[in-house]
């Protein structure tokens, strides 16, 4: 078994301790240039606070363009296009980038094909027309449309029709914007793979992005990157001159800052001066695809805000939306909200960030909003309520009957077990189960669902028996749901802990000249360090991974992704694992079941030999699997997997036995696997 050098360990640990204190030297920089700071207006979510005592919401229309104001923000949009051109903000005359074309400030967009064509096409929803939807001195609505015409026959058009809306409150820093994106019976096939909505902002002002309360920083500039050196893609670009000395040496790749959709909520940028913080908050899931741990793109370099309703990111593109067969179809995405804040003297200036995390409580609060005019999105009073319990039984780790303790418990379309988290086109619905397993999924659109489930410490996932019908203003209660997890005997050993995610496996310390410093302070998040996959041929230079029951941790001693060894000159070779194990004694005629769960697969295949690792043909193969590019894209899971692969009793030996675990596919250094869980259960007893 290959071992890790501890000189070079220590050498990184010092240059962690080096790296954080550079950390802190960043922040005193940003907080030195923003010492300003409570917020300058009274936020009207207060109830105590009066709407007259700000301006009525106004709309002028000028040449081209409407602009939307309330005394606090000026909004301008381009007619009938519906592109956000001018954000007008605590004495900044425009917060995006004026250097850009007023179509890509503050846009939407969807990337899409045709089914014969694989040609990716960019469609930024510009609207034909025009309209005020509702209009008084408490709010604004204003709908940009455009209706697809399938007698006109242009095969470059995206068959769509398009209701874009933005909405202006009175005494609100910020707006809402939402789309109506339908299809009707007969319309021509396409397949989509991205849509969001996009803001582009000043560079000279927006320079430190905050995504979490651990992930801050200050951000290079697109000109850094513009003279970096880019690696192995062309996200991750090496910053060799830097107008900020700090970030000399370090690595800016947008997929670092990704989130999982449930965490997803707010992120954004600070500008230091005047102190003006810009944040997008997403207050419900319900729109997105694919359940609560999609992963997909946050705020990135540019400066770049982003609001991603679904894309194929850490999924591959089994997550396409594909309409085939004049298939009809109608989605409501959003409201999001831009919220803007600013500070006035004397204090600190990253409140910014507090107070938008406050704000995406309180908008979390409040969905579903009772303000949107449009008929498509179903205020609370119309949507409904499932409650239940859910409890879990493996009489092999207790004959009683398990609480389901912070379950994963979610409605999303009809389909197969687990069919959730590939699941694209219509609306799911997400909780957490109390310490009990007590449920209450609120606010549920009317609609037919399946209720799906999963718990941590358990591996397989649930799915309840019956179809679930979900009628305006009803309440459903489910009562007792069992799950019993897939198990076929006793635990003889374990590796990981099933959680859906590689997080508990070794992590190494980057290629010290390839560091995000953000990241050296923070062991729970090192796996966003770029260049992670090299970092195996590094520990294993001349042996693969050998590990013993009993022997080894799985948290020290097992590498958290199955990826191929560097042999030089960009040549990758395919790696074999080892598990060695003892047994007392076994019986030939008995079965025994290997249950082995995948956090993550990108263009893989496994393949598991048992005490003969020559044998031509393998005892099991999952083919080829997986295109969630996770490793490269540095995240710690991506779709789930999970095989049961039963081992006769005569393939195994009393004594030493050896499991070996093949990743075949090598042509290039990204196609790999990570684990989430292995377990070698006995026969039945």
């Not at 709309?59 to 309330?70: A, K, P, R, S, W």
């Not at 969001?196 to 000279?204: A, G, T, W």
């Not at 076929?488 to 374990?494: R, V, Y």
Request: glycine share 8%; net charge negative.
């Amino acid at each position: 078994m290959g071992r890790r050098p501890e000189t070079i360990m220590q050498w990184q640990q010092q240059r962690c301790i080096f790296r954080w204190v550079l950390r802190l030297l960043i922040i005193h920089q940003f907080l030195f240039l923003t010492a300003h700071s409570a917020v300058k207006w009274q936020n009207p979510r207060e109830n105590s606070v009066d709407f007259g005592t700000y301006p009525p919401v106004q709309l002028h229309q000028e040449d081209g363009h409407i602009v939307l104001e309330n005394g606090i923000i000026s909004v301008t949009l381009s007619t009938p296009g519906g592109m956000v051109t001018n954000i007008q903000y605590n004495g900044i005359d425009n917060l995006l980038l004026t250097e850009n074309k007023e179509d890509n400030r503050g846009y939407w967009d969807i990337v899409w094909t045709q089914p014969d064509n694989p040609t990716n096409m960019i469609d930024k929803l510009d609207g034909t027309n025009f309209k005020v939807v509702m209009q008084d001195e408490n709010q604004v609505e204003i709908s940009f449309t455009r209706t697809f015409d399938p007698s006109l026959n242009e095969r470059a058009r995206l068959p769509l029709n398009i209701d874009k809306r933005f909405i202006l409150l009175r005494g609100y820093p910020g707006f809402y914007s939402y789309a109506i994106l339908e299809r009707l019976e007969g319309w021509p096939d396409f397949d989509t793979y991205q849509g969001r909505i996009v803001f582009k902002l000043q560079e000279n002002l927006f320079q430190f992005m905050a995504v979490g309360d651990e992930r801050q920083r200050i951000m290079p500039t697109s000109e850094d990157r513009e003279r970096g050196q880019v690696l192995d893609y062309k996200e991750a670009v090496l910053l060799t001159n830097p107008t900020n000395p700090f970030l000399k040496g370090e690595v800016d790749d947008k997929y670092q800052y990704s989130s999982d959709n449930k965490d997803n909520k707010v992120h954004g940028w600070i500008c230091s001066n005047p102190p003006t913080g810009f944040w997008m908050i997403t207050p419900s899931n319900e729109f997105k695809t694919a359940g609560p741990v999609k992963q997909d793109l946050t705020s990135h370099a540019g400066p770049t805000t982003l609001s991603m309703f679904f894309s194929t990111h850490y999924a591959g593109e089994i997550m396409g939306i594909r309409f085939r067969n004049g298939e009809p179809w109608k989605k409501v995405f959003g409201p999001v909200l831009v919220y803007l804040n600013s500070l006035s003297d004397n204090v600190e200036p990253l409140s910014l960030w507090a107070d938008a995390k406050e704000q995406m409580l309180i908008e979390t609060e409040r969905w579903p909003y009772d303000f949107p005019v449009s008929e498509d999105y179903p205020t609370s009073s119309k949507r409904g309520t499932v409650s239940g319990r859910l409890l879990v039984h493996d009489r092999y780790v207790n004959e009683r009957l398990m609480t389901g303790r912070s379950a994963s418990i979610g409605l999303a379309p009809p389909g197969e077990v687990g069919s959730w988290q590939i699941e694209n086109k219509g609306y799911q619905f997400w909780t957490e189960a109390d310490e009990k397993g007590y449920f209450v999924i609120k606010n549920v659109r009317e609609g037919n669902y399946s209720l799906y489930a999963w718990v941590s410490g358990f591996i397989g996932d649930y799915k309840y028996k019956a179809y679930i019908n979900v009628n305006s203003g009803e309440r459903i209660t489910l009562g007792n749901l069992i799950y019993e997890p897939p198990r076929t005997g006793p635990t003889l050993w374990e590796i990981g802990i099933p959680d859906r995610t590689a997080r508990e496996f070794y992590i190494p310390d980057p290629n010290p000249n390839l560091m995000n410093q953000l990241y050296t302070v923070n062991p729970q998040e090192r796996f966003r360090q770029y260049g992670l996959w090299d970092r195996y041929t590094d520990l294993y230079p001349l042996q693969d991974l050998i590990f013993t029951v009993g022997v080894h941790d799985y948290q020290r001693d097992w590498f958290f992704a199955h990826v191929n060894r560097n042999v030089g000159n960009k040549t990758y070779v395919p790696t074999t694992w080892q598990i060695i194990f003892d047994l007392e004694n076994t019986a030939e005629s008995s079965k025994y079941t290997l249950q082995l769960a995948l956090a993550s697969a990108n263009e893989a295949e496994l393949q598991i030999r048992v005490n003969d690792p020559y044998v031509q043909i393998p005892h099991f193969t999952t083919g080829k699997i997986g295109r969630d590019n996770a490793i490269a894209r540095h995240g710690i899971h991506g779709l789930y997997w999970l095989f049961s692969i039963e081992i006769l009793g005569s393939q195994l030996s009393m004594g030493r036995n050896t499991i070996f675990l093949t990743q075949d596919r090598s042509s290039s250094p990204w196609k790999g696997l990570m684990y989430d869980y292995i377990r070698l259960e006995g026969p039945p007893l």
